[in-house]
């Protein structure tokens, strides 16, 4: 036991400085700047950990013995009677680009966070708990804006907007195995942060007088969120013969009213930032209650045990059906995912190195829930990875995967994002609550 507190601690400290080194607590970025992450409640995270990432995110029916599956906490159930500490880190450069005129502007972003922090041991031969803490959503654009003042076609009229925050989830997880084969399992998580969205606008009144004062609009909206959500699974694993499985498995995400509260303030200044009047707030913490709509996902996969696993993924969430803070539409749609993965070990009994090294490669298409000029924005990746064993009786892992993609086209005024997303995980396994014995 002593030695999975040494292990945990060393990978805490490196996890840690590396956090420092890329996250947006640091930075102030998160995963790059996103116009798209001002809809809604941001940009969502993906859900998987780094395992899972390099096979397309599929994760809703497979689970691994020597690393942690999230996804759907009903396969908690079947893991065997080991502990498991995974530390994940995220990266992603990413590539906007927008026809502006008969020119197409670019801009090129790199962002880094902490993609997971999650632990689960066994309570008994049939049930397992896990913890985890990682992020949901996250919401960082800056955009600016120039049009012909009205009634002053000498003079612009300019628009600034920005927005920074997002959302986290702390969680504990349960999966049990009812019979043979079948688990069930729930996961409740307390959701909390807070998003921060300005704009300015100001005119150039320069070009109509130059002894007029410019003066400028500020508008401040700051969100804040805690609250409980859920999340059901479950999952039935039949052994086809002694070599494959079949794993299916479901989760169910109820739809949740979301605690929060709202501050909204209005303020008028110069371009130097005095103030010209008293700031007007509008909302001082206002309470209300945001709707995030239910999701239900889906997976079937067929596994080789320990050697090699193909699976597909279907996605489904009513973001149709979210709401402000305020009660207000969110003006989205309804979104879907489908992927699918492959993951394959060459020996997995071998003694030599290269034969235990994990392999994986995966696809996944996103119908995201935003609309811009009355199309549906979708988002396209492909996927692979490696897991290096590593310490004693290589049970422990190193994981990488690369994931690289695009949302969005560039048509009329709609933005285009190409982005590569890096994750960097790792697996630390050893055996918790042993009776000690006695020769």
């Known amino acids: 036991m002593l030695r999975i507190y040494t292990r945990i601690s060393r990978v805490l400290v490196f996890s840690l400085l590396a956090t420092?080194?890329?996250?947006?607590?640091?930075?102030g970025q998160g995963l790059g700047n996103s116009p798209y992450s001002a809809l809604g409640i941001g940009e969502l995270y993906p859900l998987g950990n780094a395992?899972?990432?390099?096979?397309?995110?599929?994760?809703?029916?497979?689970?691994?013995?020597?690393?942690?599956?999230?996804?759907?906490p009903a396969l908690l159930g079947s893991r065997p009677p080991y502990t498991v500490f995974e530390v994940g880190l995220l990266g992603q450069s990413r590539v906007v680009s927008?026809?502006?005129?008969?020119?197409?502007?670019?801009?090129?972003?790199?962002?880094?966070?902490?993609?997971?922090?999650?632990?689960?041991?066994?309570?008994?031969?049939?049930?397992s708990i896990s913890l985890n803490l990682r992020p949901y959503t996250g919401t960082n654009y800056s955009l600016t804006r120039?049009?012909?003042?009205?009634?002053?076609?000498?003079?612009?009229?300019?628009y600034s907007y920005t927005g920074k925050g997002g959302l986290n989830k702390a969680?504990?997880?349960?999966?049990?195995?009812?019979?043979?084969?079948?688990?069930?399992?729930?996961?409740?998580?307390?959701?909390?942060?807070?998003?921060?969205?300005?704009?300015?606008?100001?005119?150039?009144?320069?070009?109509?007088a130059q002894s007029a004062t410019a003066a400028k609009v500020n508008q401040l909206n700051r969100t804040s969120y805690s609250d409980i959500v859920w999340k059901l699974g479950a999952a039935w694993r039949p052994k086809l013969n002694d070599t494959w499985t079949l794993n299916i498995g479901a989760t169910y995400d109820p739809s949740t009213r979301l605690k929060g509260s709202e501050t909204e303030i209005y303020q008028q200044t110069t371009l130097a930032g005095q103030d010209l009047a008293s700031p007007d707030t509008i909302r001082n913490n206002a309470s209300g209650r945001a709707t995030l709509p239910q999701q239900l996902s889906f997976g079937v996969?067929?596994?080789?045990?320990?050697?090699?696993?193909?699976?597909?993924?279907?996605?489904?969430?009513?973001?149709?059906?979210?709401?402000?803070?305020?009660?207000?539409?969110?003006?989205?749609?309804?979104?879907m995912s489908v992927a699918t993965g492959v993951e394959f070990t060459p020996k997995p009994t071998s003694n030599k190195y290269t034969d235990l090294i994990?392999?994986?490669?995966?696809?996944?298409?996103?119908?995201?829930?935003?609309?811009?000029?009355?199309?549906?924005?979708?988002?396209?990746?492909?996927?692979?990875?490696?897991?290096?064993?590593?310490?004693?009786?290589?049970?422990?892992?190193?994981?990488?995967?690369?994931?690289?993609?695009?949302?969005?086209?560039?048509?009329?005024?709609?933005?285009?994002?190409?982005?590569?997303?890096?994750?960097?995980?790792?697996?630390?396994?050893?055996?918790?609550?042993?009776?000690?014995?006695?020769?």
């Open 146 to 158: 120039t049009s012909a003042f009205q009634g002053a076609t000498q003079a612009n009229a300019l």
């Open 20 to 27: 420092a080194a890329t996250s947006s607590i640091v930075r």
């Open 171 to 208: 969680s504990v997880g349960t999966g049990y195995r009812v019979y043979k084969n079948i688990f069930v399992g729930a996961e409740a998580s307390f959701m909390f942060g807070n998003i921060t969205n300005s704009s300015e606008a100001w005119v150039d009144v320069s070009r109509i």
């Open 51 to 72: 395992t899972n990432l390099g096979m397309g995110g599929i994760g809703i029916s497979n689970s691994s013995p020597f690393y942690l599956n999230l996804q759907n």
């Open 358 to 439: 994990t392999y994986r490669a995966g696809f996944q298409y996103n119908r995201l829930p935003y609309v811009v000029q009355g199309n549906q924005l979708n988002d396209i990746n492909v996927s692979a990875g490696l897991s290096l064993p590593v310490g004693a009786y290589y049970v422990n892992h190193i994981t990488l995967s690369l994931i690289g993609g695009q949302r969005g086209v560039l048509t009329g005024t709609q933005i285009r994002e190409q982005y590569v997303r890096m994750a960097l995980g790792f697996s630390l396994t050893d055996r918790w609550f042993r009776k000690p014995v006695i020769d």
């Open 98 to 127: 927008q026809n502006t005129g008969n020119a197409t502007q670019v801009q090129r972003t790199f962002g880094g966070n902490l993609g997971y922090l999650a632990l689960a041991f066994p309570a008994s031969s049939r049930w």
């Open 301 to 335: 996969s067929l596994e080789r045990i320990n050697r090699l696993l193909v699976g597909v993924d279907v996605s489904f969430q009513q973001w149709s059906q979210y709401r402000t803070v305020n009660d207000r539409p969110g003006n989205l749609s309804d979104g």
